[in-house]
C-alpha cells in the first residue's frame, strides 16, 4: 500500500454521470435488453450458468440469473472506468481524504492491515497504533474471559452488556449473533440500543450487577440514546453495589474517540479502547466497537475475522474490474436502481446465524448512500441508494416472498449460502440448499401460462398461478459461516456500496441526514419535560402532538 498523505481533497470535477458515455449507452441498451427475458438468455447459452459465476477470495458468486449479456457488463465496466473507480480506490487505500464534507480519510481498511504494511494520514502511519489496541483489547479479553478480570465484589464477569446505537451496535449485534457457534457459551452477551427504556430493564432483568460488564461504545460519546443507557447503567450499577463509585473501573469500560468524554462520564481512560475519526460508525465492527464480539469468540477468533476482511481487501484493491466481486455486485445494483427503476433490493441469508445481517446492511447501505447531492453539492440526476432489506431464508418465503414473485415491484435479490451445515442435523441443511437454489430458480424462470394449462389448472385460475419470472438474483455461496468468511462477506457488501458511491459520484461516508431530528428531539425534550405549560412553536401537528403527549403521559417516579 503506498504510504502517502493528503489534505482535505475538494472532489476532482467529472463529467456528470447522466452525460458520461457508457451512461447514454447503458440507456440505449437498456431499451434492447429489458424485454429479453432470462428464459431467453438462458436458452440462447447453455453454458452461461457456469460462464457468468465469480470466485474469489473464498466466496462464490453466481450472477447469470441478471438481466445482463455480455455487452451489459462491457458498458458497466466502461461506467467503472469512467467514474474513475480505480483513482477512487487508490485514493481510499492511501488514505487521502475523500470524506470531503467532515474531511476525512476513510479507513476501515487500515483495522485490517497487517503488521508492518503503512498507510498514513496527516504524516503518520495508523497501522501500529491500530496494532497497538487490538494486542491491548487481547489481554484485556484474555482477562475477562479466563476469570482474572473481577468485579468490584470480586465476583468474576458473566454477563457483558454492550451500550451503542448505529455503527455501536448493529454490526457487535450481527456479529455476535453470527458468530455464536463460536462464542463463550459461559458468558452471556445483550445489546442495548434503543432509548426506550424497555431495552434496557429486559437486559438487565436477570442479570447481577456484581457480574455484569458494561462496554459503553461510542465514536462521540455524545450519543443521545447512548449516555442516556450508559448513565443509566452507571446508576443500576452503583444501586446493585452499594453505592460504591469505585465499583465503575471495574464494570465499565469504553469504546471511542474522544477521551475527554470518556473521563467526564467517570471512566479511566485505561479501561478505554481507542479508534480513530477515519473510522465511520458503519465501517467500525472490526475496530475496537468490536470488543463484545472479541470478548464472545476470543481473540484469534477475531484475527481471523479481520484476515477474511483484508483478504476481501486487496482482492478489492488489485483485481481487475471484470473479476472483481464488490466492483461486478455494486455495478449490478447501479444497473436495477438506474436503469430498472428498481428501488428496494433483498438480501436473504440463508443462514440463521446471519438473522441480523440484513439490519447490519441497512445501516452499511442506505447511511452510506442515500444521498440527494453529488460530492460538488449539486442535485443529483438519478436514483442513488437502494432501500435493503431482508430476513434469513427460508422464513421469508413464507412471508414477503409472494411480492418478489408475483408482485408488481421488481426487487434484485442477494441469496448468500453456506455449504457447510455449523448445526448438521439430519436433513436440514439440504433442505436449505435446496431452497435457496428452487427460489432463485423460480424467480428467475417463473412458470408460463402453459406449463400452468398442462398441470390441468382451469382456465380462470390461470392467471393467478402464472410466475412472470425474469426476476433477478445474485446467488452467492461460500463454504462455512466462519469469522473469516464473515468478514469477508461484510468487506464484499462495504466495498460494493464505495463502488455504487463512486459512480453516483456522492460522499458514502457521511451522514448528514441524520442530523435534524437529532436537533429537533433535543428542542423538544424540554418542552415535554416542562413543569408549566411550553409555548411551542412548531407546526400545529407537531404542537398539538406534544400537548397530547403531556396530557396523557403518566410522569415515571
Ligand atoms: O446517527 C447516526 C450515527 O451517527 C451513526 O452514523 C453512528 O453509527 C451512530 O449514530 C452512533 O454514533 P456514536 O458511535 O458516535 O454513538
Known sequence: MAARTKSAVKAKAITPLTKRKAWKALGIHYKKIAKVHLRKLFGDDPKRGERLTLEAAGIFLDYSKHRINDQTIKLLLQL????????????????????????RAVLHVALRAPKGSSIVVDGENVVPGVHAVLDKMASFCDRVRSGAWKGHTGKRIRNIINIGIGGSDLG????????KQYSERALTFRFV????????????????????????????????????NAHTARDWTLKGLGGDEKSIAKHFVAVSTNAAEVTKFGIDTANMFEFWDWVGGRYSMDSAIGLSTMLAIGPDNFRAMLSGFHQMDEHFRTAPFQQNLPVLMGLLSIWYGDFFGAQTSGVFPYEQYLKRFPAYL????????????????????CQTGAIYWGEPGTNGQHSFYQL???????????????AQALNPVGRHHDMLLANVFAQAEA????????????????????????FEGNRPSNTIIMDKLTPEALGKLVALYEHSVFTQGTIWHIDSFDQWGVELGKVLAQRIIPEIESATEPKLAHDSSTNSLIRRYRKLRKISS
Not at 418478489?404 to 453456506?418: K, N, S, V
Open 80 to 103: 467503472a472506468d469512467e467514474s474513475r473507480l480505480r483513482e477512487r480506490i487508490d485514493a481510499m487505500f492511501s488514505g487521502e481524504k475523500i470524506n470531503i464534507t467532515e474531511k
Open 172 to 179: 457487535p449485534v450481527m456479529a455476535y449473533e453470527a458468530l
Open 193 to 228: 440500543s434503543n432509548v426506550d427504556g424497555t431495552d434496557f430493564a429486559e437486559a438487565v432483568r436477570d442479570v447481577d450487577p456484581a457480574e455484569t460488564l458494561w462496554i459503553v461504545s461510542s465514536k462521540t460519546f455524545t450519543t443521545l440514546e447512548t449516555m442516556t
Open 362 to 381: 441497512q445501516q452499511l447501505t442506505m447511511e452510506s448512500n442515500g444521498k440527494h447531492v453529488t460530492l460538488d453539492g449539486t442535485h443529483v440526476n
Open 404 to 418: 418478489i414473485h408475483q408482485g408488481t415491484e421488481l426487487i434484485p435479490c442477494d441469496f448468500i449460502a453456506f
Open 443 to 466: 424467480l428467475a424462470f417463473g412458470k408460463t401460462p402453459e406449463q400452468v394449462k398442462k398441470e390441468g389448472t382451469p382456465d380462470w385460475l390461470v392467471p393467478h398461478r402464472v
